[in-house]
């Protein structure tokens, strides 16, 4: 499927809030498709028209990075205090719940112990969420500059896309570091039966947590998976071969905590399929 497509079916099943936050890639795609085939016709000046050109896209996609970085490190900023908030909420619940090694009352115990993992595995989920926003994103930044300079004529995708590597929003180790840790403390506070795991042991953490908490049809949950599979479609479809391919750069990522799995690949895959 063409990634434009992929994108837009993201995007009608991302969390509504989010679909503004992601990269405006059909636009750029029709404003390329209506600039001018380079020098079609004798210029006094073509240097200076490809360079006007190349500052007005470059500054586009300047705010493009700029829209990302900000609401990536906004909701990581939030996913941090929401999950120690959740962790003073265990202690909380373990300081109230316990007298002389009696619960003074099981159920209230148990309720919000209910509460708190269900309040975990929807942090779990929408950190999966931010992991594939960074992934999607920049998989649209190669396209769109693959496109750019098929139809310019330019260089301009190696030296933007090392730009891209670098920023914020791309730099997704301390957030993989917060999944793993909320996965680590689902295991540790909430146990799940071993017939559970055996019969999902090809799915995801989240997918563990959520069956554990009887949350199979949560609306976190299944936009999390809807992610999931849109990242391993465009992995698949990425060439193995080229150093800035989607599948070179993200090809060694967890599909368990969101990103994507290390699938080998036969043949020269169709890298510019759009």
């Not at 990634?3 to 405006?24: A, N, R, V």
């Not at 909701?75 to 009696?102: A, M, T, W, Y």
């Not at 301009?156 to 680590?184: G, I, N």
Request: proline share 4%; charged share 30%.
């Amino acid at each position: 499927m063409k990634f434009g497509k992929e994108l837009g079916i993201h995007l009608e099943q991302t969390l509504p809030e989010w679909k503004d936050k992601y990269l405006c890639y059909k636009p750029l795609k029709k404003l390329l498709k209506n600039l001018p085939n380079p020098n079609p016709n004798p210029n006094p000046n073509p240097n200076q028209v490809a360079d006007d050109l190349q500052q007005w896209f470059v500054r586009i996609l300047n705010e493009e990075l700029e829209k990302f970085n900000d609401f990536y490190v906004d909701k990581e900023e939030e996913f941090v205090i929401r999950f120690q908030e959740l962790k003073q909420r265990i202690e909380q619940v373990k300081e109230k719940s316990c007298k002389d090694g009696v619960f003074t009352s099981e159920s209230e115990f148990s309720d919000e112990m209910m509460a708190i993992r269900k309040d975990f595995v929807t942090i779990h989920g929408e950190m999966v969420l931010l992991k594939n926003y960074s992934s999607l994103n920049f998989a649209g930044i190669i396209k769109i500059l693959k496109k750019y300079d098929k139809r310019t004529g330019g260089l301009l995708c190696v030296h933007f896309t090392q730009l891209a590597l670098r920023q914020p929003f791309f730099t997704t180790e301390p957030l993989t570091r917060l999944v793993h840790e909320c996965e680590e403390n689902l295991e540790l506070l909430f146990p799940i039966e071993e017939e559970v795991v055996e019969s999902t042991s090809r799915g995801s953490d989240t997918t563990r947590a959520l069956l554990s908490t009887g949350e199979g049809t949560s609306d976190v949950y299944r936009r999390t998976v809807d992610a999931i599979k849109t990242i391993k479609g465009l992995k698949k479809e990425s060439s193995t071969s080229n150093p800035l391919s989607f599948a070179s750069i993200f090809g060694n990522q967890d599909i368990d905590t969101g990103a994507i799995t290390a699938e080998d690949s036969s043949s020269e895959s169709q890298s510019e399929r759009e």
